[in-house]
């Protein structure tokens, strides 16, 4: 994805990119480590409704005709933890829409003093005007600056720290864990690698899809062409 500005966001207050890593994923466990591996482990289990037999390449075509065919239960064998950070309030409240198969443990400013808060900036890429683009950085990292003084305030007055945290504009980073299986993550990608989607969730989706590549690309390589009609 482009992000011709990514620079001038550098030096901003608290300015914080985006970055999401594998925390762990799903793995066969005693005797069955010899017979499959984690990418196979869809093809493997599906084998069982015709108590066929194959080898791991067997399984990964049968992974690929699977999907091909809609049968998407087996992917629930495959589950991944993402640690995810730099990322707005504003995308928590769009990825919550998704419900089934998915988790998440988000940093809490219930609990921890929204004063500490970093910022996610906005990319701008649509606007090829520079000097435009700096004055609406300078515009955010002011409503930034504001919010943290403001929410100090408010806790000098007697508030508490959930009261006087709604004072933050919804550009700060909420970062979490975030559990799903392969299932579930493709139904994510289907809506989120497209054109259409908000930029934030798009970008974030983008990175998750390229960590998954490297590790399961069966289940999740359709999505290629995709991405490429869509950048």
């Known amino acids: 994805m482009k992000d011709r500005w990514k620079h001038l966001r550098k030096d901003l ?53 699977l999907i091909k065919r809609g049968h998407h239960t087996p992917l ?35 609990t921890i003093s929204a004063d500490q808060n970093e910022f996610v900036y906005c990319t701008y890429d649509y606007i090829p005007d520079e000097l435009k683009v700096i004055t609406l950085l300078r515009e955010d990292e002011e409503s930034a600056k504001e919010a943290i003084a403001r929410f100090k305030r408010k806790r000098e007055l007697g508030a508490t720290k959930q009261d006087s945290r709604k004072i933050m504009p919804v550009f700060w980073n909420t970062p979490c864990h975030f559990y799903c299986n ?7 990608f289907a809506l989120r690698l497209k054109k259409d989607a908000e930029w934030e969730i798009r970008r974030m989706s983008r990175i998750m899809w390229e960590i998954v590549m490297k590790e399961t690309p069966s289940l999740f390589e359709d999505f290629t062409d995709l991405i490429r009609r869509e950048d």
């Open 13 to 65: 207050f608290r300015s914080v990119e985006p970055r999401v890593e594998l925390v762990l994923m799903s793995e066969p466990q005693g005797r069955f480590k010899k017979l499959l591996t984690t990418e196979t482990a869809p093809g493997y289990t599906a084998r069982a409704s015709h108590e066929s037999k194959g080898t791991t390449k067997d399984d990964i075509r049968l992974n690929k005709f």
């Open 182 to 188: 392969a299932r579930s993550l493709r139904y994510l």
């Open 76 to 110: 629930e064998a495959v589950a991944f933890t993402f640690h995810v950070d730099g990322i707005t309030k504003s995308l928590q409240n769009q990825w919550v829409r998704h419900r089934i198969g998915v988790g998440w443990t988000y940093r809490s400013t219930r």
